[in-house]
């Protein structure tokens, strides 16, 4: 970036300057000072928000943790960043999600709250539910008296050799899946050219990156009954290096089976039959995996965890579909590079240190990578 560029852009100074979490960010941070709330609070996010999931489902985390006894509702749809407010929320790239989900919330959630708490009106808005969620997949509204819901049962996704995924732990076999990834040909983030696309890559079709060599691709079976999750997910992933850093995305797909018919509103060039929606997705840059304080490298060719949370969703496969997950460690341009070389500051780092590394994920008995999931009943 030329120097007139960064001189204009202040925020990306003080990225450059502060690539770790440090004082500088901690101060920055609103959720620990959200205590001594007195007031009632709703609040709103959407699933497709490419640009604040974490906000909404952590400020009101905060807020629940810190004021016990405060009304405080949680509200979260099928929409962009702001979508509660603009547009109507039926469709998102090529998934529909029904008639207009941000008319009932404002009929049904936004305009009794107001009305209760700004005006002493009824409808009572302390009837409202503690949250109110959208599941996709079946498209309908859901309420529950806690966040995640209390009913939801722990259970354990593992990766299995051969491409699968499912609720047993793996068999002996092999122990590993690997691929070579090369910083100067990174998996691009959506198959879309258009820049105006970019919202949209939160359901896009996975099928373009199912077919790259540097893309492991792992699915149950067509479901014999719907399958629910709710709440976030515990990805812990067995990984090891050629190199000394490196990121690792993984990405929440819903498979539809073939047979799906297409829908009149999608582009006219894409088939439903097939189709590799992405229900959630989250990255994680590996030098971070202990703290997001204290970045450490990796140690070339040694097994080592790397634990994250992939943000909440409420999605129900269907009956006959397949869930699969994909996992990667590049995901450009919406993430930056990573050198593979450690580097104490990435933005810093120099084109010589962009290296091709060796990737191995693991499935073993052993080394189990797996996703910590909440299913609902």
Excluded: C
Aim: charged share 20%; glycine share 6%; net charge neutral.
């Amino acid at each position: 970036m030329p120097a007139t560029s960064r001189a204009r852009w202040p925020f990306w100074n003080d990225l450059v300057q502060h690539p770790d979490y440090d004082a500088f960010w901690q101060a920055r941070n609103l959720r620990p000072h959200l205590h001594n709330i007195k007031t009632a609070v709703l609040t709103v996010g959407g699933f497709n928000d490419a640009e604040d999931l974490f906000g909404a489902l952590n400020t009101y985390q905060s807020l629940e943790k810190q004021n016990p006894g405060t009304p405080n509702r949680l509200m979260m749809g099928p929409w962009i960043h702001g979508g509660w407010a603009r547009g109507t929320g039926e469709m998102l790239g090529n998934v529909a999600y029904g008639p207009s989900p941000s008319r009932w919330y404002q009929e049904n959630v936004e305009a009794p709250f107001f009305k209760t708490y700004l005006k002493d009106a009824k409808p009572d808005a302390r009837n409202i539910a503690e949250a109110t969620v959208f599941e996709s997949g079946t498209n309908q509204w859901r309420t529950f008296d806690a966040w995640p819901p209390k009913a939801a049962q722990s259970r354990t996704l593992y990766f299995q050799p051969g491409g699968k995924i499912g609720f047993e732990p793996p068999a002996a076999g092999a122990e590993f899946d690997q691929f070579l990834s090369d910083p100067a040909h990174p998996v691009p983030f959506t198959e879309a050219t258009d820049v105006g696309m970019t919202k949209q890559y939160m359901t896009d079709d996975q099928r373009f990156a199912s077919r790259r060599p540097d893309v492991l691709t792992y699915q149950t079976d067509a479901l014999p009954e719907d399958l629910t999750l709710a709440g976030p997910i515990r990805a812990l992933l067995q990984v090891a290096t050629t190199g000394s850093d490196a990121d690792w995305v993984v990405k929440i797909i819903d498979v539809y089976p073939d047979n799906t018919p297409d829908n009149p509103r999608t582009a006219p060039n894409v088939h439903l039959g097939g189709y590799q929606q992405m229900v959630r997705s989250e990255v994680m840059r590996g030098r971070f995996r202990n703290s997001f304080s204290k970045p450490e490298a990796f140690t070339p060719g040694q097994v080592t965890a790397v634990p994250f949370t992939v943000q909440d969703l409420l999605h129900t496969f269907r009956k006959g579909h397949r869930l699969m997950v994909q996992v990667q460690s590049t995901w450009f341009p919406l993430v930056d590079r990573n050198p593979q070389k450690y580097v104490d500051n990435i933005y810093k780092a120099d084109e010589s240190d962009f290296q091709v590394a060796t990737h191995r994920f693991y499935h073993s008995p052993v080394h189990a990578s797996q996703l910590a999931v909440k299913v609902l009943p």
